[in-house]
């Protein structure tokens, strides 16, 4: 699977998906680029798109684009809090659902600790 992480991921976080082509925005050269733009490039060269941007979805339409957005919703932006997210963020990524957002939140994550 192609990644790109959004510029407000924590980097890092490429190294816990070494199954998957990860790049950061920086990588890519697009740090510049505006939200529409960037998911019309993304589409193009990525599966998926990761992101922590919660306003996203109400900012742009991406239905049109082949492409799937996860955003991260952890308890706060700091890599061990994102890193909680990894085992949900692992199964979403071989079934990409391109021209939708998916998000992963920190609360289906304590839920699932809890169990029945």
Known sequence: MRVLLDECVDWRLLRDLPEHQVKTLKQAGWEEIDDGALLQLAAEHFDVFVTVDKDLPYQQNISTYELTVIILRARTTKLS???????????ALPI?????????????????KAGP
């Open 81 to 91: 809090d994102l890193r909680a997210l990894l085992p949900m963020l692992r199964k």
């Open 96 to 112: 990409p659902r391109a021209g939708e957002f998916q998000i992963l939140s920190w609360r289906d994550v304590a839920d699932l």
